[in-house]
Protein backbone atom coordinates (compact mmCIF):
# COMPACT_ATOMS: atom_id res chain seq x y z
CA UNK A 1 0.00 0.00 0.00
CA UNK A 2 1.19 3.50 -0.86
CA UNK A 3 2.08 5.92 1.89
CA UNK A 4 0.79 9.30 1.47
CA UNK A 5 4.07 11.75 1.72
CA UNK A 6 4.18 14.69 3.71
CA UNK A 7 7.70 15.09 3.23
CA UNK A 8 9.71 17.88 1.25
CA UNK A 9 10.21 16.05 -1.34
CA UNK A 10 9.41 14.09 -3.56
CA UNK A 11 6.06 14.21 -3.32
CA UNK A 12 3.25 12.59 -4.24
CA UNK A 13 2.29 13.45 -7.70
CA UNK A 14 -1.00 13.04 -9.67
CA UNK A 15 -1.92 10.26 -11.16
CA UNK A 16 -3.19 12.20 -14.65
CA UNK A 17 0.28 14.09 -14.14
CA UNK A 18 2.10 10.44 -14.00
CA UNK A 19 0.14 9.49 -17.02
CA UNK A 20 1.42 12.06 -19.25
CA UNK A 21 4.93 10.75 -18.83
CA UNK A 22 3.63 7.68 -20.87
CA UNK A 23 3.07 9.66 -23.98
CA UNK A 24 5.45 8.12 -26.77
CA UNK A 25 8.63 10.36 -27.35
CA UNK A 26 9.79 12.52 -30.21
CA UNK A 27 12.78 13.21 -31.47
CA UNK A 28 14.46 16.01 -28.96
CA UNK A 29 15.75 18.17 -31.68
CA UNK A 30 12.30 18.21 -33.75
CA UNK A 31 9.91 21.63 -34.14
CA UNK A 32 7.52 19.62 -31.76
CA UNK A 33 10.29 18.89 -29.07
CA UNK A 34 10.95 22.86 -29.41
CA UNK A 35 7.08 23.88 -29.20
CA UNK A 36 6.67 21.45 -26.01
CA UNK A 37 10.04 23.80 -24.13
CA UNK A 38 8.66 26.91 -25.72
CA UNK A 39 5.21 26.33 -24.10
CA UNK A 40 6.92 25.27 -20.56
CA UNK A 41 8.89 28.49 -20.46
CA UNK A 42 6.06 30.93 -21.18
CA UNK A 43 4.37 29.52 -18.32
CA UNK A 44 7.22 29.21 -16.30
CA UNK A 45 7.91 33.10 -16.76
CA UNK A 46 4.57 33.79 -15.67
CA UNK A 47 4.91 31.71 -12.17
CA UNK A 48 8.41 32.88 -11.44
CA UNK A 49 6.97 36.95 -12.76
CA UNK A 50 9.78 37.72 -14.77
CA UNK A 51 10.94 38.36 -18.56
CA UNK A 52 13.81 36.59 -18.26
CA UNK A 53 14.77 33.67 -20.10
CA UNK A 54 13.83 29.74 -18.81
CA UNK A 55 17.13 27.07 -18.75
CA UNK A 56 15.54 23.52 -18.19
CA UNK A 57 18.23 20.99 -16.64
CA UNK A 58 17.56 16.94 -16.63
CA UNK A 59 18.95 16.96 -13.03
CA UNK A 60 18.30 17.75 -9.59
CA UNK A 61 17.84 21.34 -9.03
CA UNK A 62 21.35 21.14 -7.38
CA UNK A 63 22.68 20.92 -10.78
CA UNK A 64 21.65 24.60 -12.03
CA UNK A 65 23.00 25.71 -8.71
CA UNK A 66 26.19 24.29 -8.88
CA UNK A 67 25.94 25.55 -12.57
CA UNK A 68 25.26 29.26 -11.12
CA UNK A 69 27.79 29.78 -8.60
CA UNK A 70 30.27 28.17 -11.51
CA UNK A 71 29.13 29.36 -14.51
CA UNK A 72 28.62 33.31 -13.34
CA UNK A 73 31.17 34.01 -10.27
CA UNK A 74 33.74 36.12 -11.66
CA UNK A 75 36.05 37.28 -8.89
CA UNK A 76 34.32 35.50 -5.34
CA UNK A 77 31.02 34.42 -4.13
CA UNK A 78 29.32 34.80 -1.05
CA UNK A 79 27.07 32.45 0.18
CA UNK A 80 24.20 33.06 2.78
CA UNK A 81 23.41 29.82 4.25
CA UNK A 82 20.39 28.98 6.93
CA UNK A 83 21.02 25.72 6.97
CA UNK A 84 22.03 22.45 5.26
CA UNK A 85 21.63 23.37 1.85
CA UNK A 86 23.38 27.10 2.01
CA UNK A 87 26.08 25.09 3.20
CA UNK A 88 25.49 22.47 0.18
CA UNK A 89 25.68 25.70 -2.33
CA UNK A 90 29.25 26.53 -0.56
CA UNK A 91 30.47 23.26 -0.91
CA UNK A 92 29.05 23.09 -4.86
CA UNK A 93 31.27 26.66 -5.08
CA UNK A 94 34.54 25.17 -3.17
CA UNK A 95 34.53 21.96 -5.22
CA UNK A 96 34.18 23.47 -8.32
CA UNK A 97 37.59 25.91 -7.42
CA UNK A 98 35.34 28.75 -7.18
CA UNK A 99 36.28 31.55 -4.50
CA UNK A 100 33.88 31.54 -1.97
CA UNK A 101 33.39 32.47 1.65
CA UNK A 102 30.27 31.49 3.65
CA UNK A 103 28.24 33.47 6.22
CA UNK A 104 25.56 31.37 8.27
CA UNK A 105 22.72 32.15 10.28
CA UNK A 106 22.08 30.57 13.75
CA UNK A 107 19.74 27.50 12.60
CA UNK A 108 16.03 28.36 12.99
CA UNK A 109 17.28 31.42 12.00
CA UNK A 110 16.76 33.53 8.22
CA UNK A 111 19.38 35.53 6.64
CA UNK A 112 19.31 39.07 7.38
CA UNK A 113 19.17 42.17 5.64
CA UNK A 114 21.76 43.72 8.13
CA UNK A 115 24.56 40.79 7.45
CA UNK A 116 23.71 40.89 4.08
CA UNK A 117 24.67 44.70 3.48
CA UNK A 118 27.50 44.37 5.89
CA UNK A 119 29.39 41.58 3.12
CA UNK A 120 28.47 42.89 0.21
CA UNK A 121 29.56 46.98 1.67
CA UNK A 122 32.92 45.45 1.51
CA UNK A 123 33.20 45.47 -2.52
CA UNK A 124 34.74 41.76 -2.33
CA UNK A 125 32.02 39.65 -4.15
CA UNK A 126 29.98 39.64 -7.64
CA UNK A 127 27.99 37.06 -6.83
CA UNK A 128 25.45 36.30 -3.91
CA UNK A 129 23.43 33.37 -3.33
CA UNK A 130 20.23 33.47 -1.21
CA UNK A 131 18.01 30.00 0.11
CA UNK A 132 14.57 31.01 0.14
CA UNK A 133 13.04 28.27 2.07
CA UNK A 134 15.40 25.81 4.05
CA UNK A 135 13.29 22.18 4.34
CA UNK A 136 15.79 21.29 7.19
CA UNK A 137 14.81 24.27 9.47
CA UNK A 138 11.47 25.12 7.81
CA UNK A 139 12.31 28.95 7.80
CA UNK A 140 11.64 30.53 4.74
CA UNK A 141 13.82 34.26 4.17
CA UNK A 142 12.24 37.42 3.04
CA UNK A 143 13.12 38.66 -0.24
CA UNK A 144 10.99 42.04 0.40
CA UNK A 145 13.88 42.35 3.24
CA UNK A 146 16.79 41.61 1.51
CA UNK A 147 16.34 42.64 -2.34
CA UNK A 148 16.37 46.07 -1.82
CA UNK A 149 20.06 45.76 -0.24
CA UNK A 150 21.31 43.35 -2.80
CA UNK A 151 19.83 45.56 -5.56
CA UNK A 152 22.27 48.68 -4.17
CA UNK A 153 24.83 46.45 -5.78
CA UNK A 154 24.41 46.10 -9.50
CA UNK A 155 27.06 44.23 -10.22
CA UNK A 156 26.28 41.48 -7.89
CA UNK A 157 24.25 38.42 -9.57
CA UNK A 158 22.18 37.67 -7.46
CA UNK A 159 20.91 33.63 -7.04
CA UNK A 160 18.37 32.32 -4.93
CA UNK A 161 17.47 28.56 -4.39
CA UNK A 162 14.25 28.52 -4.32
CA UNK A 163 13.58 24.79 -5.10
CA UNK A 164 11.52 23.82 -2.21
CA UNK A 165 9.31 27.23 -2.39
CA UNK A 166 8.53 27.97 -6.14
CA UNK A 167 5.38 27.57 -6.41
CA UNK A 168 4.29 27.18 -3.26
CA UNK A 169 5.20 30.77 -2.12
CA UNK A 170 4.73 33.68 -4.32
CA UNK A 171 8.39 34.92 -5.55
CA UNK A 172 8.55 37.93 -8.03
CA UNK A 173 11.85 37.41 -9.71
CA UNK A 174 12.26 40.65 -11.31
CA UNK A 175 10.36 42.71 -8.59
CA UNK A 176 13.03 41.60 -6.44
CA UNK A 177 16.02 41.66 -9.14
CA UNK A 178 17.10 38.08 -8.92
CA UNK A 179 19.41 37.25 -11.92
CA UNK A 180 18.67 33.13 -11.59
CA UNK A 181 16.00 31.72 -9.88
CA UNK A 182 16.32 27.79 -9.61
CA UNK A 183 13.78 25.37 -8.71
CA UNK A 184 13.40 21.53 -9.35
CA UNK A 185 10.31 19.58 -10.33
CA UNK A 186 10.21 17.19 -7.16
CA UNK A 187 8.44 19.41 -4.74
CA UNK A 188 6.21 22.54 -5.10
CA UNK A 189 5.89 21.83 -8.96
CA UNK A 190 4.18 18.46 -8.21
CA UNK A 191 6.36 16.51 -10.30
CA UNK A 192 8.94 13.04 -9.74
CA UNK A 193 12.66 14.25 -9.95
CA UNK A 194 15.04 14.29 -12.46
CA UNK A 195 14.11 18.06 -13.78
CA UNK A 196 15.88 21.62 -12.40
CA UNK A 197 14.22 24.86 -14.06
CA UNK A 198 15.83 28.59 -13.77
CA UNK A 199 15.18 31.89 -15.05
CA UNK A 200 18.71 33.91 -16.26
CA UNK A 201 18.74 37.89 -16.55
CA UNK A 202 21.30 39.34 -19.18
CA UNK A 203 23.24 40.53 -16.33
CA UNK A 204 24.20 36.76 -15.60
CA UNK A 205 24.53 36.01 -19.11
CA UNK A 206 27.18 38.79 -18.89
CA UNK A 207 28.53 37.47 -16.44
CA UNK A 208 28.93 34.51 -17.34
CA UNK A 209 30.83 35.57 -20.63
CA UNK A 210 33.47 36.58 -18.38
CA UNK A 211 33.91 33.13 -16.52
CA UNK A 212 36.62 31.12 -18.58
CA UNK A 213 36.03 28.11 -16.92
CA UNK A 214 31.90 27.18 -16.68
CA UNK A 215 32.67 23.32 -16.76
CA UNK A 216 29.90 21.62 -19.58
CA UNK A 217 26.90 19.91 -18.66
CA UNK A 218 25.98 23.15 -16.10
CA UNK A 219 27.27 25.96 -18.03
CA UNK A 220 25.04 28.36 -17.97
CA UNK A 221 25.75 29.94 -20.88
CA UNK A 222 25.88 26.67 -23.31
CA UNK A 223 22.51 26.65 -22.30
CA UNK A 224 21.46 29.75 -23.06
CA UNK A 225 22.62 30.15 -26.30
CA UNK A 226 20.50 27.15 -27.09
CA UNK A 227 17.85 28.47 -26.17
CA UNK A 228 18.41 31.72 -28.14
CA UNK A 229 20.01 30.36 -31.30
CA UNK A 230 18.19 27.15 -31.73
CA UNK A 231 14.96 28.46 -30.27
CA UNK A 232 14.20 26.42 -27.41
CA UNK A 233 16.82 23.22 -27.57
CA UNK A 234 19.23 21.73 -25.34
CA UNK A 235 22.67 20.51 -25.54
CA UNK A 236 21.90 17.60 -24.01
CA UNK A 237 19.13 15.05 -24.76
CA UNK A 238 16.00 15.92 -21.91
CA UNK A 239 13.74 14.47 -20.40
CA UNK A 240 10.76 14.66 -22.65
CA UNK A 241 8.69 13.18 -20.18
CA UNK A 242 9.33 14.98 -17.13
CA UNK A 243 8.50 17.94 -20.00
CA UNK A 244 5.15 16.40 -20.94
CA UNK A 245 4.30 16.24 -17.49
CA UNK A 246 5.30 20.06 -16.28
CA UNK A 247 3.56 21.44 -19.18
CA UNK A 248 0.53 19.61 -18.36
CA UNK A 249 1.23 20.49 -14.60
CA UNK A 250 1.75 24.43 -15.60
CA UNK A 251 -1.55 24.61 -17.26
CA UNK A 252 -3.23 22.73 -13.97
CA UNK A 253 -1.62 25.51 -11.89
CA UNK A 254 -3.22 28.44 -14.14
CA UNK A 255 -6.85 26.55 -14.07
CA UNK A 256 -6.67 26.98 -10.20
CA UNK A 257 -4.84 30.41 -10.25
CA UNK A 258 -1.45 31.23 -8.91
CA UNK A 259 -2.90 33.20 -5.94
CA UNK A 260 -5.38 30.70 -4.95
CA UNK A 261 -2.39 28.24 -4.90
CA UNK A 262 -0.52 30.44 -2.79
CA UNK A 263 -3.18 30.94 -0.39
CA UNK A 264 -4.11 27.19 -0.32
CA UNK A 265 -0.14 26.66 0.59
CA UNK A 266 -0.92 29.52 3.62
CA UNK A 267 -4.09 27.49 4.60
CA UNK A 268 -2.47 24.28 4.66
CA UNK A 269 0.82 25.79 6.30
CA UNK A 270 -1.06 27.66 8.95
CA UNK A 271 -2.65 24.14 10.06
CA UNK A 272 0.05 22.91 10.98
CA UNK A 273 1.89 25.65 12.65
CA UNK A 274 -1.33 25.87 15.17
CA UNK A 275 -0.91 21.92 15.83
CA UNK A 276 2.74 22.26 16.36
CA UNK A 277 2.35 25.34 18.78
CA UNK A 278 -0.81 23.53 20.46
CA UNK A 279 1.22 20.15 20.81
CA UNK A 280 5.25 20.79 20.63
CA UNK A 281 7.14 24.06 19.34
CA UNK A 282 7.98 25.72 16.18
CA UNK A 283 11.78 24.97 15.52
CA UNK A 284 11.84 28.01 13.09
CA UNK A 285 11.80 31.95 14.02
CA UNK A 286 7.64 33.04 13.96
CA UNK A 287 8.37 35.69 11.88
CA UNK A 288 9.82 33.97 8.77
CA UNK A 289 8.20 30.22 8.44
CA UNK A 290 8.15 28.25 5.13
CA UNK A 291 4.85 28.11 3.55
CA UNK A 292 5.74 24.67 2.14
CA UNK A 293 7.47 22.66 5.11
CA UNK A 294 6.82 22.96 8.98
CA UNK A 295 10.23 21.89 11.01
CA UNK A 296 8.78 20.56 14.67
CA UNK A 297 10.89 21.11 17.89
CA UNK A 298 10.67 17.46 19.62
CA UNK A 299 10.19 19.20 23.33
CA UNK A 300 8.13 15.83 24.37
CA UNK A 301 11.63 13.71 23.20
CA UNK A 302 9.15 11.42 21.34
CA UNK A 303 11.06 8.75 19.02
CA UNK A 304 10.39 9.93 15.81
CA UNK A 305 11.24 6.80 13.84
CA UNK A 306 8.46 4.94 15.97
CA UNK A 307 5.87 7.62 15.22
CA UNK A 308 6.46 7.29 11.40
CA UNK A 309 6.39 3.43 12.18
CA UNK A 310 3.25 4.22 13.61
CA UNK A 311 1.81 6.50 10.81
CA UNK A 312 2.99 3.80 8.19
CA UNK A 313 -0.01 1.84 9.72
CA UNK A 314 -2.06 4.33 8.43
CA UNK A 315 -0.26 5.02 5.34
CA UNK A 316 1.11 8.32 5.85
CA UNK A 317 4.83 9.47 6.21
CA UNK A 318 6.48 12.38 7.70
CA UNK A 319 9.99 13.41 8.14
CA UNK A 320 12.72 13.36 10.88
CA UNK A 321 14.57 15.74 11.85
CA UNK A 322 17.86 16.69 8.84
CA UNK A 323 21.52 16.77 9.94
CA UNK A 324 22.28 18.15 13.50
CA UNK A 325 18.58 18.73 14.68
CA UNK A 326 17.71 14.81 13.64
CA UNK A 327 15.26 13.33 16.06
CA UNK A 328 15.37 16.68 17.83
CA UNK A 329 12.71 17.70 15.16
CA UNK A 330 10.72 16.21 12.65
CA UNK A 331 9.24 17.61 10.04
CA UNK A 332 5.76 17.88 8.04
CA UNK A 333 5.66 18.79 4.36
CA UNK A 334 2.53 21.13 2.95
CA UNK A 335 3.25 21.56 -1.15
CA UNK A 336 2.63 20.47 -4.20
CA UNK A 337 -1.36 19.21 -4.89
CA UNK A 338 -1.82 18.27 -1.08
CA UNK A 339 -5.14 19.48 0.14
CA UNK A 340 -6.13 21.28 3.39
CA UNK A 341 -8.29 18.33 4.29
CA UNK A 342 -5.54 15.68 3.88
CA UNK A 343 -3.32 17.90 6.35
CA UNK A 344 -6.18 17.54 8.68
CA UNK A 345 -6.80 14.06 8.24
CA UNK A 346 -2.89 13.86 8.64
CA UNK A 347 -2.55 15.47 12.24
CA UNK A 348 -6.34 13.73 13.22
CA UNK A 349 -4.12 10.70 12.62
CA UNK A 350 -0.95 11.76 14.48
CA UNK A 351 -2.95 12.79 17.56
CA UNK A 352 -4.15 9.29 18.25
CA UNK A 353 -1.09 7.51 17.72
CA UNK A 354 0.67 9.78 19.40
CA UNK A 355 -0.52 8.10 23.36
CA UNK A 356 0.94 4.91 21.53
CA UNK A 357 4.26 5.92 21.58
Known sequence: ????????????VLPEVLNQM?????????????????????????????????LLSTSSGSGLMEGAVRSCTRTRAAVFSIGAFGDRWYKMATANGVPA?????????PTTAAQVEEVLST?????????????????????????????????????????????????????????????????CLGLPPGLAVCSISEKAVKAAEQVPNRGLYFDLLELYKFVKEKPHQYPSTPSLALMYALD????????????????????????????????FELFANPNYLSQTVTCISNTKGIDVSALNKKLAEHNYMISNGYGKIKDKTFRIAHMADTTPE??????????????EL
Open 1 to 12: MHKRLFIPGPVD
Open 22 to 54: TRPMIGHRTKDASALQGSIADKMRKLMYTENEI
Open 101 to 109: DIFRSELGQ
Open 123 to 187: GKYDLITITHNETATGVANNLEELAPIINKYPDVVFCVDAVSSLGGHKIEADKHGIDILITSSQK
Open 248 to 279: YQLDRFMEEGLEARFARHSMMAAKVQKWAVEN
Open 342 to 355: QIDELLTCIDKVLP
